[in-house]
């Protein structure tokens, strides 16, 4: 059973190899062609419906956890929830964006580096205090409440949403359900 570092790792690395196709991808500026712009497409929306799940399960569960150990931990959740809230500020607009608008090129630039700054900061400064006074069996049971979490997350940003433990509990079920009836009917997220 992975522990909240172990599945929070999964998520970074899978976000951030995301992060790093799409650097590497053809852009419209450069020629790219309407297959490859539509598969630039399909990896954005991936990537954001990655984000917001992650975000999600982490506002609910890691957070609160850190908050529950001081002061220390307020401060440190309040630096990651503001990270958190720009990220969603600059997802909600790319998800707007096809990869053929030079927007999409400079809100995608702009996600990437808040993104990986975010994951440095988290990996760096927020685990080792967390590890620190979480007992194994504590990281495992966390570990499974973000994985769960993560299955019924919203897969769009919803900054309207405070980043706050109770606003989370209440409105991210209900936006994630949402979110996936929406994909349902569009198709997002489907491969073709």
């Known amino acids: 059973m992975p522990d909240v570092f172990e599945v929070l790792r999964q998520d970074h690395d899978k976000v951030t190899a995301m992060l790093t196709r799409l650097e590497d991808g053809p852009k419209a500026w450069e020629g790219a062609t309407g297959e490859q712009l539509a598969e630039r497409k399909r990896l954005a929306e991936d990537l954001i419906t990655e984000s917001s799940r992650h ?45 053929d608008e030079e927007r999409f090129e400079e809100l995608l630039a702009e996600f990437t580096a808040l993104t990986r700054a975010h994951i440095e900061f988290e ?41 706050d433990e109770d606003a989370v509990k209440a409105a991210s079920p209900v936006a994630g359900l949402a979110d996936r009836l929406r994909d349902l009917v569009t198709g997002r997220g489907r491969r073709s």
């Open 55 to 99: 975000e999600a399960a982490e506002q609910r569960y890691f957070w609160p956890a850190f908050r529950a150990t001081g002061p220390l931990g307020d401060r440190v959740a309040d630096l990651a929830a503001d990270q958190e809230q720009v990220g969603e500020q600059v997802l909600h607009g790319l998800v707007k964006l096809g990869p």
């Open 123 to 163: 990996e760096q400064q927020a685990w080792p205090l967390l590890r620190a006074v979480l007992s194994a069996e504590q990281a495992a049971e966390l570990g499974d409440k973000i994985i769960a979490t993560e299955q019924l997350a919203p897969t769009r940003p919803n900054p309207v949403i405070p980043p």
